[in-house]
């Protein structure tokens, strides 16, 4: 009992500090700008909460031009909200959303300054409980110390940093509170073998919450999955026991439930505006890897140095150490193949490439795993400190998008990088 009211201590501690230094860059922002929390992107994950506790959703009652007001994040078309974001995040907010609704905001229009703070709240809050998650997976296999410092390289000197306290209602901060989660009941399970009734309804909450938050992000769980079978001696029959027994079923039926009401949703707005239209693959037979790995438009390792190097320390130990870096090898192809045969291969406005946010648990595992040599740790130690103060001059100078005149624009990239901070 002490251990847990320490823990939920030094939580509070550290969620108040969290919520300090988001507030302080969120508190000047005006409402309906490019730079408030409910606009574009942000606001079509939003929508669902306003629309659906205030505005029972009918569009004309809402802010006369909201839509355009926000950023077109989501369209009011014959009295219909329409959104192409699934209402996972809004799901999160929600709790937050409610307390503020009936005691803080005012007016409560659903979308005044007071609103506009929720996603902040929300991802400080759930960002930490994936911290807290990802220690007590890295703890099980490193020291105390060692799972701290690859917690605060995780956090300082990736671009979830950016994502929890800069753009906060984007949709990377909620999943990965979920991936850190899937990951800790992985190795449960993996330490098991075998899958009990308990374990499987968390599972398929899990799944459900994934799908229901980024449902592509689906996809992504295979490598976790392998994590299950990896040094079993009997790895189909394990397979089968955790995956089609009967004390599997809640992996499957729960997700389909957590979805009916965005496949309710997807009913309401069936022949007005089909989720994510016009989008799709166009480069599957010529993904662009190098854009999304090197590009100044948000290649992943200019802006997150840190991955690469990270990459390249796992690839030099994948001879010894194949079976822990396996799934993280697998992630990491699936992502970049995925994300650079998407039409928006960049992912549009964002700091750096955020395919891989909420994969950071797993990403990070392996350094908990991997004997080395004083001298090897700290040259690690000194790279993860050179990162982070790399990319945090970096996140203190964005502005949310990358305004080169095109994808290999190192001029921009430049200017970025010797800008003053904002």
């Known amino acids: ?27 000047r922002r005006i409402p309906n700008t490019y730079n408030s929390e409910i606009w574009a992107d942000k606001a079509g994950y939003y929508v669902f909460l306003p629309a659906t506790f205030i505005y029972q959703w009918h569009g004309e009652e809402m802010p006369d031009s909201i839509d355009l007001k926000t950023g077109k994040g989501f369209d009011i078309i014959d009295n219909n909200i329409i959104t192409k974001y699934p209402m996972g ?3 999160m907010m929600l709790p937050f959303w409610l307390v503020n609704h009936y005691f803080v905001a005012d007016p409560n229009d659903g979308f005044s300054f007071s609103y506009t703070l929720i996603s902040s709240v929300a991802s400080t809050f759930y960002v930490l409980a994936g911290l807290f998650i990802s220690y007590f997976c890295i703890r099980r296999f490193a020291s105390r110390v060692r799972s701290i410092l690859v917690i605060l390289f995780l956090f300082l000197s990736t671009n979830l940093f950016y994502y929890t306290l800069i753009e906060t209602g984007m949709s990377h901060s909620f999943s990965f509170f979920w991936f850190s989660l899937l990951l800790y009941i992985i190795l449960k399970i993996k330490d ?5 009734l308990s374990d499987a309804i968390i599972l398929g909450v899990i799944l459900g919450a994934i799908l229901l938050i980024r449902p592509i992000n689906c996809v992504f769980c295979l490598p976790y999955f392998i994590i299950i079978l990896i040094h079993s001696s009997k790895p189909i029959q394990t397979f089968v026991q955790v995956f089609l027994s009967k004390k599997s079923m809640p992996i499957y039926l729960i997700p389909v439930v957590l979805f009916a009401p965005q496949l309710y949703y997807y009913s309401y707005t069936s022949g007005i505006s089909p989720a994510y239209s016009g989008e799709g693959f166009i480069y599957l037979s010529n993904p662009k890897i190098a854009e999304v790995l090197f590009s100044p438009n948000n290649g992943l390792f200019l802006y997150t140095p840190i991955l690469f190097f990270l990459l390249l320390f796992y690839l030099f130990n994948i001879k010894h150490y194949a079976t822990i870096l396996i799934p993280v090898i697998v992630l990491f192809v699936l992502i970049v193949f995925i994300y650079g045969s998407w039409w928006s291969y960049e992912l ?20 908990a795993l991997i004997d080395m040599p004083k001298k090897i740790k700290n040259t690690v130690i000194f790279i993860g400190i050179l990162c982070f103060i790399y ?32």
């Not at 251990?3 to 302080?24: C, D």
């Not at 098991?192 to 009990?196: A, M, N, P, W």
């Not at 190192?410 to 904002?422: E, R």
């Open 89 to 91: 995040v809004a799901l």
């Open 1 to 27: 009992m002490k251990s847990i009211y320490k823990i939920f201590i030094i939580f509070l501690a550290l969620w108040f500090i969290l919520l300090l230094v988001t507030f302080n860059r969120h508190i």
């Open 192 to 196: 098991q073998q075998k899958i009990f």
């Open 348 to 367: 549009g406005c964002g700091f750096g490439h955020r395919s891989m946010v909420e994969f950071y648990s797993l990403v990070f595992l392996p350094l």
């Open 391 to 422: 990319s945090l001059k970096l996140i203190l100078s964005y502005d949310g998008c990358f305004y080169g005149n095109n994808d290999w624009d190192w001029n921009a990239y430049i200017t970025l990088l010797v800008s003053n901070i904002k």
